[in-house]
């Protein structure tokens, strides 16, 4: 009987699992796959040649330095925000959240536009400091601030969460004994931040590395200055150098399953602290 029930349970997990693999194989899997197919149909050393062009090279590590500015200006920003949101109390507080993210729901060129209509050459704020020489779009100044636009709402989202969970009589112990707001917050609830802010920084990461809908507004594609790879992908596309394309795709894909992978360890090790 047990072992019968054993095997029923196994083909009842089966089934659910062979159908979502069957419903994503033409969606993500094959997808995917064939990035790598076409970046590698021509041999190692042909995929290795088209990565390690001049072009190339510099989209990637241009790429990498902003995902790592933006990483770093959201773990302060979006660590700030997320605690005023979850600590605070004052008018138009849910407004300014769904403000804060608002990036996520609308579509990322109008963000880049956004930003060209305040800092660009004819832009609100951008025409009083074009004739100072001071033009911050079609720069890796203009293309941080698109990426920081963007992906804010990663960070906060995955910070605030932890902080309306955390037990405020923590923090009220703290201040019973003589502990300012600034030297509570450091001792108290920053070590319970520290898996929000990993995962924040993964993700934000990770979506500043594959941004392309505000880049595009705000960079101007620039070659060798401010082109990122998804931009390099795009321009060698349309120049119909598919295996250039498809070798620094593959590059993203492969750094995007390392990345999510650790958002998953970090997510696991949380869950597996709290349980205990």
Not at 7 to 18: D, E, I, N, R, Y
Not at 29 to 57: S, W
């Amino acid at each position: 009987m047990k072992s019968n029930d054993m095997a029923g349970q196994k083909v009842t997990s089966f089934l659910p699992a062979g159908f979502l693999l069957v419903v994503m194989l033409p969606l993500m899997i094959l997808p995917l796959a064939a990035v790598f197919i076409y970046a590698l149909q021509e041999g190692p050393k042909t995929f290795m040649a088209t990565l390690t062009t001049r072009d190339a090279l510099f989209a990637l590590r241009f790429s990498v330095i902003i995902a790592f500015a933006t990483a770093a200006v959201n773990v302060v920003l979006g660590t700030y925000a997320a605690y005023v949101l979850s600590k605070t109390r004052f008018p138009g507080r849910e407004q300014l959240g769904i403000i804060l993210n608002l990036p996520v729901a609308i579509p990322n060129v109008v963000v880049g536009t956004s930003l060209l209509l305040l800092w660009g050459p004819i832009g609100i704020l951008g025409k009083f400091l074009e004739p100072l020489g001071i033009q911050p779009m079609f720069t890796a100044f203009g293309v941080l601030l698109a990426h920081i636009f963007v992906t804010f709402p990663y960070m906060v989202g995955a910070v605030k969460p932890v902080l309306d969970d955390l037990p405020v009589t923590y923090e009220e112990a703290a201040y019973t004994i003589g502990a300012s707001r600034r030297q509570t917050f450091y001792h108290v609830v920053f070590p319970a931040l520290r898996g929000g802010i990993i995962t924040g920084a993964l993700l934000t990461f990770a979506h500043s590395l594959g941004e392309f809908g505000a880049t595009v507004m705000v960079s101007g594609n620039l070659r060798l200055q401010t082109q990122t790879a998804p931009l390099y992908i795009f321009s060698q596309f349309e120049g119909g150098n598919i295996a250039a394309a498809n070798s620094v795709a593959a590059i993203l894909a492969v750094i995007s399953f390392f990345l999510f992978s650790l958002i998953l360890y970090w997510n696991r090790k949380r869950e597996s602290k709290k349980a205990r």
